[in-house]
């Protein structure tokens, strides 16, 4: 069976602590990993898109990388405003993405 | 450019009762598809639509069901709700076709008492 799993679920930083979220996956046949951010009341938002191990996407202080096995999600020097509950998912075909639950991030000034 | 519209963004409904929801893809988008949000389960995929097809159903029980029309905008409906349906319901469009690049909705929360 398709599985994502997310850590940590929750993650407190202070405004410049750089760290980084992880996404381990299990899929039978890897069509794209992605990760989303969304806040609260909103939709998920589109951020990346990694189909090989090895690639990298890189987006203002949020860089993604992707092994065999898992996801990393880096964040540099973050903001007050990168605050918000980042998600991982799977494609296993036709739009049909398998999300992770989650890791609720808050960076203090 | 208009985001995918979803209506209503409220509601509350109580046991056994139906519900229907709509979605308004992104101008040009033909695949739209459902996620089910609840705090214990997170998102779950309901269904997803092309060109009026139905082509992928996730694991969720016959009440819960959708059709897409010809200009792409999508309704679900779930009948005979129980108190478990209530979640925030997502909208999703895409341009491409397979590729996992979503654009949702601020979502419709349903609320069943």
């Known amino acids: 069976e398709d599985q994502v799993t997310q850590s940590p679920e929750a993650l407190r930083l202070q405004e410049g602590e750089s760290s980084s979220l992880n996404c381990s996956y299990t899929v039978s046949g890897l069509r794209g990993l992605f990760w989303y951010r969304q806040d609260p009341g909103k939709g998920p938002e589109f951020l990346f898109t990694l189909y090989s191990a090895g690639e990298e996407k890189e987006k203002e202080r949020l860089k993604a990388t992707l092994t065999k096995k898992e996801s990393f999600l880096h964040i540099t020097a973050p903001k007050p405003e990168d605050s918000a509950t980042y998600l991982c998912a799977v494609n296993t075909g036709f739009q049909k993405l398998v999300f992770g639950t989650g890791t609720r991030l808050l960076v203090s000034p | 450019k208009a985001g995918v519209t979803q209506t209503p963004r409220y509601l509350i409904k109580t046991r056994g009762q139906q519900v229907t929801l709509s979605c308004s893809p992104i101008s040009g988008h033909r695949s739209v598809s459902w996620y089910q949000q609840t705090p214990g389960q997170g998102l779950q995929f309901l269904f997803e639509?092309?060109?009026?097809?139905?082509?992928n159903k996730g694991n969720f029980p016959g009440r819960f069901s959708g059709r897409q029309f010809s200009n792409s905008r999508s309704e679900m409906n779930v009948s005979t709700l129980e108190l478990g349906d209530s979640a925030l319901y997502l909208c999703?469009?895409?341009?491409?076709?397979?590729?996992?690049?979503?654009?949702f909705g601020e979502g419709s929360r349903l609320t069943v008492l």
């Open positions: 999703a469009s895409s341009f491409s076709v397979n590729t996992g690049e979503l654009f």
């Open positions: 639509y092309f060109s009026e097809t139905q082509r």
